[in-house]
């Protein structure tokens, strides 16, 4: 049996949603261990232990004791189930370290690195550099490691490299179209014709530029912009309030992933902005630029970024710089050229026929039914 470690709720993570889908798709065992931070009451299947306790996101080193809670729960279901057990998946810091004692016992550990904690959390030089060192030497003991991009192995510290890495970068499954070929609720597709109609899906963090693009947009004629997401309660708020105060904004709340994609599929333009000089933004790795090649929807990036430097690689999207002005200019450019759009939807398409349309299914067959199969690493 397989049991998979993630510390949120799972209904809209797709890259965790990937791992669960080949177990059931392949019939294998697996139990799941995860986080409802939430005050929502949400039904799980039998096969899930739920960690019941409402913790805010982006909270940074004020929620370090949860995490640690968090960790001895995961520690003790473990140890439960050790007999049942032969593999734990195991996504990010926070999980692998209460995984990797079971190594002992003769378990196969995977570290699915979806990002550095180390490289997001800022305490002191002294406790920073313990975070980064357990962090890499968990990378090193484990059984295997995931990493989403292969820049990210710049991450980890050349010592500590594990031989056994794998890449899987955050491509989605290609859905059938009639699953996700609809106008969400809440959205009148009437009232946006002619208009420039761009999205934003997914985790609200501060320096994603998120409350900049709402501000931009909300000045702007014949631009609309969707909104839909959860995380940094700020962020949260501002979506709220913006949408009431400007009719060219909507705010979605938390949506599903099916949802989330037919939201992306109804918009011209997909947002996926980062802080160029948060050194973990830089190497990030997000579903964005992906899906924006699936769905041929052109991505709006920061520039001197690794998603920024692979939409100009691929003449994919646009790559600016983190300023209201620079949205601006550009967008005020597409409403008047909207052949660059289409052009760069068509590079969209080409690039994820090319490239990435079977990575996913080549990364399961070729690489993680070895290691959840395999009697020992390698």
């Given at each position: 049996?397989?049991?998979?470690?993630?510390?949120?709720?799972?209904?809209?993570?797709?890259?965790?949603?990937?791992?669960?889908?080949?177990?059931?798709?392949?019939?294998?065992?697996?139990?799941?261990?995860?986080?409802?931070?939430?005050?929502?009451?949400?039904?799980?299947?039998?096969?899930?232990i739920v960690y019941n306790?409402?913790?805010?996101?982006?909270?940074?080193?004020?929620?370090?004791?949860?995490?640690?809670?968090?960790?001895?729960?995961?520690?003790?279901?473990?140890?439960?189930?050790?007999?049942?057990?032969?593999?734990?998946?195991?996504?990010?810091?926070?999980?692998?370290?209460?995984?990797?004692?079971?190594?002992?016992?003769?378990?196969?550990?995977?570290?699915?690195?979806?990002?550095?904690?180390?490289?997001?959390?800022?305490?002191?030089?002294?406790?920073?550099?313990?975070?980064?060192?357990?962090?890499?030497?968990?990378?090193?003991?484990?059984?295997?490691?995931?990493?989403?991009?292969?820049?990210?192995?710049?991450?980890?510290?050349?010592?500590?490299?594990?031989?056994?890495?794998?890449?899987?970068?955050?491509?989605?499954?290609?859905?059938?179209?009639?699953?996700?070929?609809?106008?969400?609720?809440?959205?009148?597709?009437?009232?946006?014709?002619?208009?420039?109609?761009?999205?934003?899906?997914?985790?609200?963090?501060?320096?994603?530029?998120?409350?900049?693009?709402?501000?931009?947009?909300?000045?702007?004629?014949?631009?609309?912009?969707?909104?839909?997401?959860?995380?940094?309660?700020?962020?949260?708020?501002?979506?709220?309030?913006?949408?009431?105060?400007?009719?060219?904004?909507?705010?979605l709340g938390r949506i599903?992933?099916?949802?989330?994609?037919?939201?992306?599929?109804?918009?011209?333009?997909?947002?996926?902005?980062?802080?160029?000089?948060?050194?973990?933004?830089?190497?990030?790795?997000?579903?964005?630029?992906?899906?924006?090649?699936?769905?041929?929807?052109?991505?709006?990036?920061?520039?001197?970024?690794?998603?920024?430097?692979?939409?100009?690689?691929?003449?994919?999207?646009?790559?600016?710089?983190?300023?209201?002005?620079?949205?601006?200019?550009?967008?005020?450019l597409l409403q008047k050229?909207?052949?660059?759009?289409?052009?760069?939807?068509?590079?969209?398409?080409?690039?994820?026929?090319?490239?990435?349309?079977?990575?996913?299914?080549?990364?399961?067959?070729?690489?993680?039914?070895?290691?959840?199969?395999?009697?020992?690493?390698?």
């Amino acid at each position: 049996m397989v049991i998979f470690l993630r510390a949120n709720d799972l209904t809209s993570d797709p890259r965790a949603l990937k791992y669960l889908d080949y177990y059931r798709e392949n019939d294998i065992s697996y139990l799941v261990i995860c986080w409802n931070r939430s005050k929502k009451n949400i039904e799980y299947p039998s096969n899930y232990i739920v960690y019941n306790k409402q913790v805010e996101y982006n909270l940074g080193k004020k929620a370090i004791l949860s995490r640690i809670s968090w960790g001895l729960f995961i520690f003790r279901k473990i140890f439960h189930l050790r007999k049942q057990c032969n593999v734990i998946h195991a996504c990010d810091f926070d999980t692998v370290l209460p995984a990797l004692p079971f190594i002992f016992l003769g378990k196969r550990v995977i570290f699915d690195i979806f990002d550095m904690f180390s490289y997001t959390i800022r305490t002191n030089k002294i406790v920073d550099f313990l975070i980064g060192l357990l962090e890499n030497v968990s990378v090193r003991l484990s059984s295997y490691v995931i990493i989403c991009e292969e820049e990210r192995i710049n991450q980890i510290w050349p010592a500590f490299r594990n031989p056994c890495t794998f890449v899987l970068p955050n491509i989605p499954i290609e859905p059938d179209p009639e699953t996700f070929d609809f106008t969400p609720d809440g959205i009148d597709a009437a009232k946006h014709e002619g208009k420039l109609i761009l999205s934003y899906v997914g985790a609200f963090y501060h320096g994603r530029f998120l409350t900049e693009i709402m501000e931009t947009i909300a000045g702007l004629d014949g631009v609309i912009l969707i909104m839909g997401g959860y995380g940094d309660r700020e962020i949260e708020e501002a979506c709220r309030q913006n949408a009431v105060k400007n009719s060219n904004i909507l705010y979605l709340g938390r949506i599903s992933y099916k949802k989330a994609l037919a939201v992306m599929r109804y918009s011209d333009l997909l947002i996926g902005m980062y802080c160029a000089t948060n050194r973990n933004h830089y190497y990030a790795a997000p579903n964005k630029f992906y899906e924006s090649l699936m769905l041929k929807k052109p991505l709006i990036t920061s520039a001197n970024t690794a998603v920024g430097d692979k939409v100009i690689k691929y003449d994919t999207g646009f790559a600016i710089h983190d300023s209201k002005e620079d949205l601006t200019s550009l967008l005020l450019l597409l409403q008047k050229q909207q052949v660059l759009i289409d052009e760069k939807s068509i590079n969209c398409g080409r690039v994820w026929e090319k490239y990435f349309k079977d990575y996913v299914a080549h990364f399961f067959s070729a690489h993680y039914a070895g290691m959840i199969k395999a009697g020992k690493r390698g």
